[in-house]
């Protein structure tokens, strides 16, 4: 018979080898399904779209691409998405002997101009030269908006990959915990994941790619819908946005703090910055990107290492043929944002580098 003390320590080192076997189980099936998903609408082990970059090279410049689902390019690929484009189209034009181009996309769904900072926090060991930061949709809605916008309780301060304690401990982002999650917030919501997350863009990857009668109309239904959510888009931009009122700018004050914070914290650490407009969704995103693109040019007007580009007149949203949904953009339209987004990278590049 085994002492006291005997059974303790046995019972001890089998519990311990059965918690240490369900971890190890746990963290395969998470991997696992990493793999399956990534490359479709999911991530990698690291919490971003495409494959592990690894630790940068003496001779590459990297970028990383930021902002909401818009960035992340939900509904194609990852090599379908605009920052993989800008990636291809920045090496294919590097001569041999240049120095070569990565493109991380950090994009993540729901997430605002308030996380564009955090990101730049968690994934500083990227060791990342320039930063372009891509979101306005996911700030509309908190007041003085139109009658299509539901009106937020508050400013958008989602932090999607900072749900995961996981993830701010270690940096690793399981996967398991966020398909539960999301599974349970669709079914919900009636199976609208970011109507569960913000109230307003329908998220259905498999539209950009389907091209079935029923994936078309219901396309068509969803664009509708986004169209007259977002709010009336008129015809002349540049009307509109002279038309900008003086409580314009208290309206969009976190926003505009957030992006301008951010902007600062990544100058500091002596990375470029490119603050772009994305295609106008409605009148109202075209009055907060006309403040946005002020209050840059007053804080920053004399860095040459902070660019501004206005994607805005660009692409229709309302073209289905452009916006599957109303809002994200199917693989060629990536594409021209990626060759849009060239030159203004290629300039701020060729400039000194983050290691300075």
């Known amino acids: 018979m085994l002492s006291r003390r005997r059974r303790l320590v046995f019972t001890t080192v089998i519990t311990c080898a059965v918690m240490l076997g369900s971890v190890g189980t746990l963290l395969a099936t998470d991997m696992y399904l990493h793999r399956r998903v990534q490359n479709l609408g999911g991530v990698n082990m690291w919490g971003y779209r495409g494959p592990v970059v690894g ?9 990383v691409a930021i902002g909401g689902s818009t960035a992340f ?12 484009y800008l ?3 920045l090496n294919r034009q590097q001569p041999a002997n240049a120095h070569r181009f990565s493109v991380v996309n950090l994009g993540a769904p729901g997430e605002g101009a308030y996380a564009f900072q955090f990101e730049l926090e968690d994934f500083a060991y990227l060791q990342y030269d320039v930063a372009v930061l891509y979101e306005g949709y996911n700030d509309l809605g908190e007041r003085n908006l139109p009658e299509g916008i539901p009106p937020r309780s508050g400013p958008n301060y989602f932090l999607w990959r900072r749900q995961s304690p996981v993830f701010r401990l270690t940096g690793y982002l399981p996967i398991l ?6 599974k349970a917030m669709a079914l919900m919501a009636g199976g ?10 329908t998220f259905r990857p498999g539209l950009a790619t389907r091209a079935t009668a029923m994936a078309l109309q219901t396309a068509a239904t969803l664009a509708d819908r986004v169209g007259a959510q977002l709010g009336h888009l008129s015809d002349d931009p540049s009307r509109v946005a002279g038309m900008a009122a003086a409580g314009e700018v208290e309206t969009w004050r976190h926003y505009v703090e957030s992006v301008t914070q951010a902007v600062g914290y990544a100058r500091a ?15 109202t995103h075209i009055r907060q990107q006309q403040v946005l693109a002020s209050a840059l040019a007053d804080r920053f007007g004399g860095d040459h290492s902070v660019r501004y580009v206005n994607l805005g007149p660009l692409l229709n949203l309302r073209d289905r043929e452009i916006a599957f949904d109303g809002l994200h953009l199917v ?7 990626a060759a849009q987004l060239l030159q203004p990278v290629v300039e701020l590049s060729m400039g000194t580098s983050a290691k300075e």
């Open 177 to 182: 915990p966020l398909v539960f999650r999301e």
């Open 269 to 283: 650490r002596r990375v470029k910055v490119l603050v772009v407009t994305q295609p106008y969704g409605s009148d």
């Open 73 to 84: 390019c939900f509904g194609v690929p990852w090599n379908e998405a605009w920052p993989h």
């Open 55 to 63: 630790k940068k090279k003496p001779d590459e410049m990297r970028i």
């Open 331 to 337: 693989a060629r339209a990536n594409e021209n944002i």
């Open 192 to 201: 609208d994941l970011d109507a569960a997350y913000r109230g307003r863009v």
């Open 87 to 89: 990636e291809t189209a």
